[in-house]
């Protein structure tokens, strides 16, 4: 159980597009959705944090207009890159949480690479 | 904000050998916990520490939690291949808020 999925696994696109990445949680209801970046060879970085039918949290130096977080449902959270540029180019990973218990189960992982 | 910092960034050892990651920080956790990372892929959580020198074993691993619960380490025991891999500890530090912050990893190469 508590399986986090994550949609697409990997994306190019060219600069000045918009990507969306999708956040699932296959067989458990999140309360909470949280949206992660990893830059090669390094740690886990926290962009925001998502509840279901509000506004999300983003952390200090997260640009939300650029950043769009929607967690319109119990499974799904969707991040929004708009306008990327290449330095958005990045692993990106969500994870999930549950009403029940503190652990967060983390998605597969979304590679983005901007041209 | 608080910083967790790992150490050390990178080992490398030979199969068979012995070894111990470290997780400070300047901050009392809540809780702490234990990711592995595989490239491309999301962490995967080995193990979540609550209770200031609390000792925790999964098979080959060793997780002790700090008596301060500032601090933490793994120790792998007689390692293998399958051990290479991103180590991430990842601490709560207010009760009630799930919030994790990531420490910086340390990178684990075991030699065959």
């Known amino acids: 159980g508590a399986v986090v999925s994550q949609h697409p696994s990997w994306v190019i696109c060219k600069s000045g597009t918009s990507v969306k990445i999708e956040c699932r949680s296959l067989d458990f209801q999140a309360t909470t959705m949280f949206w992660y970046r990893q830059f090669p060879k390094q740690s886990l970085m926290l962009m925001a944090t998502s509840n279901e039918g509000s506004k999300a949290t983003y952390e200090q130096g997260v640009e939300k207009d650029k950043f769009l977080i929607n967690h319109a449902s119990l499974t799904l959270s969707t991040l929004t890159v708009t306008s990327a540029h290449p330095e958005d180019s990045s692993f990106y990973i969500c994870s999930a949480g549950g009403r029940d218990t503190d652990t967060q189960y983390f998605g597969p992982g979304t590679r983005l690479t901007v041209l | 904000t608080q910083l967790l910092e790992q150490s050390p960034q990178f080992l490398s050892i030979q199969e068979g050998e012995n070894l111990t990651v470290y997780c400070n920080s300047s901050?009392?956790?809540?809780?702490l916990q234990w990711y592995r990372q595989e490239p491309g892929e999301g962490p995967v959580l080995l193990v979540t520490?609550?209770?200031?020198?609390e000792v925790k074993k999964l098979k080959r691993l060793t997780f002790q939690f700090g008596d301060a619960r500032k601090d933490s380490s793994l120790h792998i025991t007689a390692a293998q291949p399958g051990d290479t891999g991103l180590y991430l500890c990842?601490?709560?530090?207010?009760?009630?808020?799930?919030?994790?912050?990531f420490g910086t990893g340390t990178r684990l190469t075991i030699i065959p």
């Open positions: 901050s009392v956790f809540s809780s």
């Open positions: 990842a601490g709560v530090y207010n009760f009630g808020n799930e919030k994790l912050t």
């Open positions: 520490v609550v209770t200031g020198g």
